[in-house]
C-alpha cells in the first residue's frame, strides 16, 4: 500500500528536553512522543547541547542542510567510553543508541536533519541516501520510505503495483510490501527500510 504525505500534514511538536521543535513527518500507529514504535521528522539544530533521551530506541540521523555537526556519544554501551560521528556531507548520517549521553557540536552555523527512531526490539533499520540524479533498485521491506531534498521522484515496482510521481519534499509510504522490489529514480534521496524483527 503505497501513500504520499504532503508537507502541510506534516506536524509541529516539542522537542522532549524543551529546547526546540520537531516537524513530524510521520510516526507508528497510535504513537505519542513519549512511546512509539517508530518515528520519522525533521530538526533544526541551531545550537550545541545535548539530545533528549530515548533509552529503547534506535536513531538515525541524516543532515539535510548546513555544514555540518559532530555527535559526540557516550554511555555503558560504549566501548573506550565514547565515540563520535562527524556529519560534513549532505545526506551523510550516523546510526546510534537513543539510550546514549550525545551531545551535537555544530561545526559552522545551524543545521537540519531529517531524524529517524525505532523502537530497537522491533525493527532492523537500513538507510541508502543518494545526491546525484539515478536510479536504484531496492528489496522492499516491512515499511518502507523515500522522501527527496529536491525535484520529482519516480517509484515502480517490478509487479507493477507501484506506479508513482511525487513532489519534493513529500514524503513516500510503502507498508506491508515485503519481497518485492521498488524502482526508485531521483536526486538527492533519502530511503528508509524497516523490517519487523521476529
Keep these: 500500500m503505497l501513500k504520499i504525505i504532503a508537507p502541510q500534514s506534516f506536524k509541529l511538536i516539542p522537542w522532549k528536553n524543551g529546547k526546540g521543535t520537531t516537524t513530524e513527518l510521520a510516526i507508528s ?4 512522543l513519549e512511546d512509539f514504535d517508530w518515528r520519522l521528522s525533521i530538526a533544526s539544530v541551531i545550537e550545541n547541547g ?3 533521551d530515548f533509552s529503547g530506541y534506535l536513531r538515525n540521523l541524516i543532515l539535510i542542510e548546513g555544514n ?10 560504549i566501548e573506550n567510553g565514547t565515540v563520535t560521528d562527524r556529519l560534513t556531507t549532505p545526506l551523510s ?7 546514549c549521553r550525545t551531545v551535537g557540536r555544530l561545526h559552522d552555523g545551524p543545521i537540519k536533519d531529517l ?6 526490539e522491533k525493527y532492523q533499520c537500513y538507510v541508502d541516501t543518494w545526491l546525484d ?6 528489496d522492499l521491506r516491512t515499511l518502507n520510505f523515500v522522501f527527496s531534498l529536491s525535484g520529482e521522484t519516480q517509484l515502480s515496482s517490478i509487479d507493477n503495483a507501484i506506479d508513482a510521481t511525487f513532489p519534493t519534499r ?19 534521496l533519502v530511503y528508509i527500510g524497516l523490517n519487523e524483527l521476529p
Design 170 to 188: 513529500h514524503l513516500a509510504c510503502i507498508e506491508e510490501s515485503e519481497g518485492s522490489q521498488l524502482s526508485i529514480s531521483g536526486e538527492n
Design 93 to 99: 548520517f550516523a546510526t546510534f543508541d537513543g539510550g
Design 29 to 32: 500507529d497510535g504513537g505519542t
Design 50 to 52: 545535548e539530545f533528549s
Design 115 to 120: 531524524n529517524l527512531m525505532t523502537r530497537s
Design 68 to 77: 555540518g555537526i559532530d555527535l559526540q556519544h557516550s554511555g555503558d554501551k
Design 133 to 138: 540524479r539515478q536510479t536504484r533498485q531496492q
